[in-house]
Every structure is written in C-alpha cells, then in structure tokens.
C-alpha cells in the first residue's frame, strides 16, 4: 500500500484505522443467488472496507448499480473506509497499468480522482 495507492491514485497511502478478515477478491462473479461467497483462495486481512471497495469497484460501469453499493456500504465514502478505497483502486489501475481490466480504466482513474479531492 505504501507504494502503490501513491504511484497509482496520487496520494499518500491513508492510515489503516481498523483491519477485519476480508474475501479479498469479492465481485458479481464470486456471488450467488440465493446468497452464497464463492472462491475464498485470496481470504485474509484487510483494511475494514476492503470488500465493499473491491464490489464497487467491478461495479463501475454500471452507475445505478454503483450507487446502490455505496448505498449498501456506508464505509464507502468514509474516513474510515478511504485505505480500502484507495487499495482496491491502487490494485486495480497496477492491473490496467499490465493489460488487465482495460474495460475498467477510465472509471478507474475517475474513482482515483475523487480519492484524491477526498
């Protein structure tokens, strides 16, 4: 984090006020319904938020549904949810950087704007 969130989202890595056990790689794809968490490989500590931030990540591209997971997640948008923020927003413009979620870039690099004016 303390190389990553300032090469790739331009500002100093944020303090990590609280860690929780975290999936690690949460997105639509790894969800079910009825509600089930799939492929736990990547589980550990995280920054508290760190799941939320990966879910709205992927969620990006479709605004309405981006909205309704902040909605869902208040740690979005928080004090206390920004390391999350900026780690997951960090990990993800590293993979656009190598080829990776090319698809994801440009509300990538929105979301790392507004980390930034936060």
């Known amino acids: ?37 799939l492929d736990w490989e990547g589980w550990g500590r995280a920054p508290q938020g760190f799941d939320a931030a990966t879910l709205y990540a992927y969620t990006l591209l479709k605004p309405d549904m981006a909205a309704r997971v902040r909605d869902a997640f208040p740690i979005l948008g928080s004090r206390a949810g920004l390391a999350a923020e900026a780690a997951v927003c960090a990990q ?7 080829g990776g979620n090319l698809i994801l870039a440009d509300p990538l690099r929105g979301w790392s704007e507004e980390l930034r004016r936060r």
């Open 92 to 98: 993800l413009l590293q993979t656009v950087a190598r």
């Open 1 to 37: 984090m303390t190389w990553a969130i300032p090469e790739f989202v331009g500002i100093p890595a944020p303090a990590v006020a609280c860690c929780t056990t975290a999936h690690g790689d949460l997105h639509w794809a790894n969800l079910t319904s009825p509600l089930r968490i």
